[in-house]
């Protein structure tokens, strides 16, 4: 079992500067040693160097096309092989832009994998719906091929081709949604569960309902996105666009529990850690730290026991 560690230093896809720090403070809290005692053979790729263009203007409500473009291509090349030798990736962002190329990556490998959101967020606006020009607000549009055509052709993007049908989509944990993402949502009959889903329904039957969704007619690769702004900001204040009443601690660790049990796991993104802006170093480092312990989560860590290397066969 190997464990490939990815980082995406990005910050392009939203207007606060501090996401690309990221990857490092995930880190600093100790992530490698955390899964490292997981019983994996981890291997740290570090991070990735983006390069800008000097003049990257916008293009209707994209900011920084070709910066965005030109990262989640190079992102989703480190994906793909990461996937193809045979590893279980981790993918540290930066900012929700990211999930495209990581995504997109991953289907070069895997084209019949599934995608769970988990966000409070849908990221589904397009390049005419955006209210904030932010392209992590809109990297799920560019996967889904039924709006193939209904996206315009953006510099740095002729790279991207849709991969992904709406019903191999599920999301968890919106509370934020644009009306032009609430109109695709709807059009096209997205799963989604939303907070006021989850106090309704209770996070077991959102994953039950989830898993019979996505896997009941074949089993398949899972590419979970992990927003870190889908917990209650109470929990992960050290992010860019918090939304008041989200997932509490056992919420989000049950999620990813019962995502590690499917044993399909095959690629997650944690992104939107931003270090700048915590309130304290504390507030900081308790986000930096539930995002270690998402991951921890999602690759087998339990609240049942913790695992011994050897056991009793001393
Ligand atoms: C908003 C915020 N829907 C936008 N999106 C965020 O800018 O499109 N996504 N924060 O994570
Ligand atoms: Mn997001
Ligand atoms: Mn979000
Ligand atoms: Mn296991």
């Given at each position: 079992q190997s464990v490939a560690v990815l980082g995406a230093p990005f910050s392009r896809g939203q207007k606060k500067r501090g996401v690309e720090h990221g990857p490092k403070v995930i880190r600093d809290a100790g992530?490698?040693?955390?899964?490292?005692?997981?019983?994996?053979?981890?291997?740290?790729?570090g991070d990735l160097s983006f390069h800008y263009p000097e003049k990257d203007e916008p293009y209707m409500d994209v900011n920084f096309?070709?910066?965005?473009?030109?990262?989640?291509?190079?992102?989703?090349?480190?994906?793909?092989?990461?996937?193809?030798?045979?590893?279980?990736?981790?993918?540290?962002?930066?900012?929700?832009?990211?999930?495209?190329?990581?995504?997109?990556?991953?289907?070069?490998q895997c084209p019949d994998l599934c995608l769970i959101w988990v966000d409070a967020h849908p990221d589904l606006n397009t390049p005419m719906s955006s209210p904030s020009g932010n392209f992590h607000g809109q990297p799920v549009t560019f996967m889904l091929k039924e709006l193939q055509?209904?996206?315009?052709?953006?510099?740095?993007?002729?790279?991207?081709?849709p991969f992904l049908s709406s019903r191999d989509l599920v999301y968890i944990g919106l509370r934020d949604v644009d009306p032009g993402e609430y109109q695709i949502m709807k059009a096209l009959g997205i799963q989604y569960f939303s907070m006021r889903d989850i106090d309704r329904l209770g996070i077991q039957r959102v994953m039950e309902v989830t898993f019979?969704?996505?896997?009941?007619?074949?089993?398949?690769?899972?590419h979970l996105s992990f927003d870190i702004d889908s917990f209650d900001p109470s929990l992960a204040p050290a992010t860019g666009?918090?939304?008041?009443?989200?997932?509490?601690?056992?919420?989000?660790?049950?999620?990813?529990?019962?995502?590690?049990?499917?044993?399909?796991?095959?690629?997650?993104?944690?992104?939107?850690?931003?270090?700048?802006?915590?309130?304290?170093?504390?507030?900081?480092?308790?986000?930096?730290?539930?995002?270690?312990?998402?991951?921890?989560?999602?690759?087998?860590?339990t609240r049942e026991a913790r695992r011994s290397v050897a056991p009793y066969d001393r």
């Open positions: 992530l490698i040693e955390r899964l490292s005692s997981l019983d994996y053979s981890v291997h740290d790729f096309p070709l910066s965005v473009g030109g990262a989640n291509k190079m992102l989703a090349g480190a994906v793909s092989g990461a996937v193809g030798a045979g590893h279980t990736v981790v993918m540290l962002g930066g900012d929700h832009s990211l999930a495209l190329g990581s995504a997109a990556g991953h289907a070069r055509g209904k996206v315009p052709e953006i510099r740095g993007f002729s790279w991207v081709k019979d969704h996505l896997l009941a007619r074949k089993q398949r690769p899972i666009t918090p939304v008041n009443g989200g997932l509490t601690y056992r919420e989000g660790i049950y999620i990813t529990e019962e995502i590690h049990n499917t044993g399909l796991l095959s690629v997650m993104d944690l992104v939107e850690v931003n270090p700048v802006l915590g309130n304290s170093r504390e507030a900081t480092e308790a986000t930096a730290s539930l995002a270690v312990d998402v991951i921890a989560s999602c690759l087998g860590q």
